[in-house]
């Protein structure tokens, strides 16, 4: 309880210091979202309505941020402020903070600060990879998590649920160190981890502990405190004139736990995903902009309009589609007697803790593993203006052991159905799975970043 007493001070000095900073600069923003607000909201057309909603969901410095939190936790609304400083040629910086409450009383907040090293030169308009430095803190809190057991034989009746909140400071950087033809990078992170695990009282299952113990569920009597470090290469080349766009990171992380030293451990993380445009004349990638936070849509790094992608502009009649194949393989590395928590493994099943879609026509965090490997291939495709159709098909494992992970008993899933589409991305998704042997799954899912945003910390 105590360090969750420390975040909203830490969120208010940096919201403080930065704005007292560059208090200029935020007072002219504040008089442009002003302007517009009067443009859109003081009058009644079908143009003016859409343009207030722009204004009052991705607007800046201050719009209403909404997305999905993790499964079975509902959608988040709340405030969110996005402020820009540029204090010289070099340096690029932008604060992003926010705070969203759910249906179910889940809650985010967090503050995250991106300093971009541009090295531009007055009167030039170059766009090149740039150092991205970010520094952060995020708490979030959950009122529902499921949890049915360790490895891939677990039972559906064996569901359960818990609360869990956790709390993330760090620092992390973005490096590009090769051509832009490889877009080649190195990545660093430092983070400190604070998870706090409680009952469920949701009535739709037992609670955690009603069904497990600390050795069903390691670390569910006690948590410690995480130092947490990663380094990892990322490469983003986009190869054949744009006809294949790539993106393959390789993540290797260490957690120390304080105080109880049975819970460190390390994990590899290996991700492929490969994204083919079906036409030449599409948008670019649809990959989050590094240089913006999470509430941010800026499409230039050096552009000094911070605006979002227009949605009175013309519709566009232009067909726009990808089809995308990924490959992930997690593994966990433990020292004799040390053990994996059971909250920072990996799950497939509907979608996992991030909100990223695994074996969709299983329920939510059906199959949990210290190591996983999962196959995907999707194609999504724009009908009319910003709705899109998308389906997916999925097969893949968790495993207890490193030496499990092959590629033999997986398990299988499809699922299909609309998108709505938003300045080139796909914001909300709405699908039916099935193909797994446990029924279907019908999932809504919001984009929690904002229309090109970064994404935030990972929960595990």
Request: with cysteine.
């Amino acid at each position: 309880m105590r360090r969750a007493k420390f975040f909203p001070v830490a969120v208010l000095l940096v919201l403080t210091a930065l704005a007292q900073a560059q208090e200029s600069e935020l007072r002219s923003e504040f008089r442009r979202e002003g302007d517009q607000f009067k443009e859109n909201c003081t009058k009644f057309s079908l143009k003016s309505v859409v343009g207030c909603g722009e204004v009052f969901f991705t607007g800046h410095p201050l719009h209403i941020a909404v997305g999905s939190l993790a499964p079975q936790n509902g959608f988040g609304v709340g405030p969110a402020f996005v402020a820009h400083w540029t204090p010289n040629n070099d340096w690029r910086l932008n604060l992003n903070a926010d705070g969203v409450v759910s249906t179910n009383g889940s809650w985010r907040a967090g503050a995250y600060l991106k300093a971009v090293h541009t090295k531009i030169n007055p009167g030039t308009i170059e766009v090149r990879p740039f150092p991205i430095f970010n520094v952060y803190v995020q708490t979030t809190s959950l009122n529902k998590v499921g949890y049915f057991g360790l490895g891939p034989d677990t039972l559906r009746s064996d569901e359960s649920f818990f609360g869990m909140r956790e709390s993330i400071v760090g620092t992390n950087v973005i490096y590009p160190v090769a051509s832009k033809a490889l877009n080649l990078s190195f990545y660093g992170e430092a983070n400190g981890r604070f998870v706090e695990i409680r009952d469920s009282r949701d009535g739709g299952a037992p609670s955690i502990e009603q069904r497990f113990t600390e050795a069903t569920a390691p670390g569910l009597t006690s948590q410690p405190s995480y130092a947490q470090f990663g380094e990892g290469i990322r490469v983003r080349p986009s190869l054949f004139s744009g006809a294949i766009k790539l993106n393959y990171s390789v993540l290797y992380q260490q957690f120390v736990a304080a105080g109880d030293s049975r819970f460190s451990f390390q994990r590899l993380t290996l991700d492929l995903t490969h994204q083919i445009p079906l036409y030449r004349n599409q948008k670019g990638t649809t990959l989050a902009r590094d240089h913006n936070g999470p509430d941010d849509c800026s499409s230039e790094v050096t552009s000094k309009e911070h605006n979002c992608p227009s949605a009175t502009a013309p519709v566009t009649r232009n067909r726009e589609g990808n089809i995308g194949l990924r490959l992930l393989l997690t593994e966990s590395f433990t020292s004799t007697g040390h053990v994996v928590p059971f909250y920072f493994q990996p799950t497939l099943g509907g979608s996992d803790i991030d909100g990223k879609a695994s074996l969709a026509s299983y329920q939510d965090y059906r199959f949990r593993a210290p190591n996983l490997l999962l196959l995907q291939g999707n194609i999504e495709h724009s009908l009319y203006g910003p709705i899109g159709v998308t389906f997916l098909a999925e097969t893949g494992k968790v495993a207890l052991t490193r030496g499990d992970i092959e590629f033999k008993h997986f398990v299988h899933s499809y699922a299909a159905g609309l998108t709505l589409r938003a300045g080139g991305f796909p914001m909300v998704s709405l699908r039916f799975a099935w193909g797994g042997n446990e029924g279907t799954h019908n999932t809504v899912s919001m984009n929690n970043s904002l229309l090109g945003g970064s994404s935030r910390p990972s929960l595990y």
